[in-house]
């Protein structure tokens, strides 16, 4: 048998207390790693292959604290996974400066501050890997996705700055970017009712994008995954 490819690895997924985080943590969990899941509904605690840690991604004294906690008792990550996030369709004169400005916070600001407390500790040590969940609204204009675009679109340009900040540092980053994928978010949506939408049948599973997440950060050192565009495929079955 061979061995779990992330055997000793030390992994910090946010959002990871449902949906697509819930399904990353898994998938590193059993290809050996020990996962630190953040999230606001997480209650603190740990086993032998995980640690639980209450989070808001959008509190940077929150953060700092939760990534020291790691720091000092796990030591560095060698995975980052940025996904916590929130979604809403509305057109711009809908929005109140307030939804406008969470939407940033948790999906943007989330990522910059978790990233930035952990990546001088990854650059020093001359490894490691930033995941970040973006979507395909992250270079995709749809119908009322203006906050929603605004944060992705300005995840992955953050991302493609990471990338030329980082190069030859040895620290490597990966933009996901799904299409829709069934978990809860969609709830407050309702897509199966709605035309135009694609119905949450047709949609990608969790555990795809968890899949895409686990081959991009177990790939040789000589082979940097960039970016991963996912969809579900347009197919109408026979019969
Ligand atoms: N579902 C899709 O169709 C789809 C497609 C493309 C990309 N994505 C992206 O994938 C990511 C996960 O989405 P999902 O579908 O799994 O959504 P979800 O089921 O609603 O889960 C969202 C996760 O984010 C966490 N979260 C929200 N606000 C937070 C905060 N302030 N601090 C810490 N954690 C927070 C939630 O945990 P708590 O509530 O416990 O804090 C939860 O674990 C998001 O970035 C989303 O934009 C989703």
């Not at 590193?28 to 020990?34: V, Y």
């Not at 989330?110 to 990854?122: E, M, Q, Y």
Request: hydrophobic share 45%; net charge neutral.
């Amino acid at each position: 048998m061979s061995p779990a490819p992330l055997a000793g690895g030390l992994a910090l997924v946010t959002g990871a207390s449902r949906g697509i985080g819930l399904a990353v943590a898994g998938a590193l969990e059993a290809a050996g790693a020990h996962v630190v899941r953040l999230a606001r509904s997480l209650a603190d605690g740990a086993t032998e292959t995980r640690t639980d840690l209450r989070c808001d991604v959008t509190d940077p004294a929150a953060v700092d604290r939760a990534v020291g906690r790691v720091l000092a008792e796990r030591g560095v990550p060698d995975i980052i996974v940025n996904n916590a996030g929130l979604f809403f369709i509305k057109r711009i004169e809908e929005i109140s400066p307030a939804e406008f400005a969470r939407a940033i916070a948790v999906n943007l600001t989330g990522a910059f501050l978790v990233t930035r407390a952990v990546v001088p500790h990854l650059v020093q040590r001359g490894a490691g890997h930033v995941v970040t969940i973006g979507s395909v609204s992250d270079h995709v204009a749809y119908p009322g996705s203006t906050a929603y675009a605004a944060s992705k679109f300005g995840l992955r340009g953050m991302h493609e700055v990471l990338q030329v900040d980082l190069a030859r540092t040895g620290v490597r980053v990966t933009l996901i970017s799904p299409g829709p994928v069934d978990t809860e978010m969609w709830d407050p949506v309702d897509p199966d009712s709605k035309p135009g939408f694609t119905k949450r049948k047709a949609m990608l599973r969790a555990e795809d994008v968890a899949a895409a997440v686990l081959y991009a950060v177990t790939q040789p050192p000589r082979l940097d995954v960039t970016e991963i565009r996912l969809m579900p495929t347009i197919y109408t079955p026979r019969g």
